[in-house]
T-cell receptor
Framework: AQSVSQHNHHVILSEAASLELGCNYS??????LFWYVQYPGQHLQLLLK??????LVKGIKGFEAEFIKSKFSFNLRKPSVQWSDTAEYFC?????????????FGTGTRLTIIP | DAMVIQNPRYQVTQFGKPVTLSCSQT?????MYWYQQKSSQAPKLLFH???????NEADTPDNFQSRRPNTSFCFLDIRSPGLGDAAMYLC?????????FGPGTRLTVL
């Protein structure tokens, strides 16, 4: 079975600080990778996704993520965070070899931005 | 404007009293999912439908059942809720590569 690890459980940053949230997955075959965000009281929304091509993926709200196959990683970055980025962030992976319709989620990282 | 709708948003039930959560979608997607999410944990897939084909996860308890009467609607039935079933239940849909989530139903078991 595949698994997804997010080692940062809770990150606290000041506004304008740079952000990097770690995500590692276990499966070495073909994978599709996602970052979802859940703002307080709201539903999960897609931030960005990687399927193929350029390993540096740009998403909404200034977020980007880099797929590094050799490290089994898909870290999320933002150069300058805002108070409105306070949310829970989930990394997820999908693989044709584990049921192409199924996502496996990491445990999430709670991000708190201090004004 | 809403794409994946879940009702109710909050559900309180008693220990052992059957409860049904509902999900509807306006996206006409062929795949629908039910996830359970407990506090500070990852969403855990319970089962999904690919069109009418039901796919149960191996570790989903028998206490959880699902129905999909048509493309737009999907129901989660919990036959005898226990205290451990208190959680947020998320419905999602997908057509190809992206899942769209509803706002969730928070279930409280007294």
């Amino acid at each position: 079975a595949q698994s997804v690890s997010q080692h940062n459980h809770h990150v606290i940053l000041s506004e304008a600080a740079s952000l990097e949230l770690g995500c590692n997955y276990s499966y070495g075959g073909t994978v599709n990778l996602f970052w979802y965000v859940q703002y307080p009281g709201q539903h999960l929304q897609l931030l960005l996704k990687y399927f193929s091509g350029d390993p540096l993926v740009k998403g909404i709200k200034g977020f980007e993520a880099e797929f590094i196959k050799s490290k089994f990683s898909f870290n999320l970055r933002k150069p300058s965070v805002q108070w409105s980025d306070t949310a829970e962030y989930f990394c997820a992976v999908k693989s044709p070899n584990f049921g192409n319709e199924k996502l496996t989620f990491g445990t999430g990282t709670r991000l708190t931005i201090i004004p | 404007d809403a794409m994946v709708i879940q009702n109710p948003r909050y559900q309180v039930t008693q220990f052992g009293k059957p409860v049904t959560l509902s999900c509807s979608q306006t996206l006409n997607h062929n795949v629908m999912y039910w996830y359970q999410q407990k506090s500070s944990q990852a969403p855990k897939l319970l089962f999904h439908y690919y069109d009418k084909d039901f796919n149960n996860e191996a570790d989903t308890p028998d206490n959880f059942q699902s129905r999909r009467p048509n493309t737009s609607f999907c129901f989660l039935d919990i036959r005898s809720p226990g205290l451990g079933d208190a959680a947020m239940y998320l419905c999602a849909t997908s057509r190809e590569d992206e899942q769209f989530f509803g706002p969730g139903t928070r279930l409280t078991v007294l």
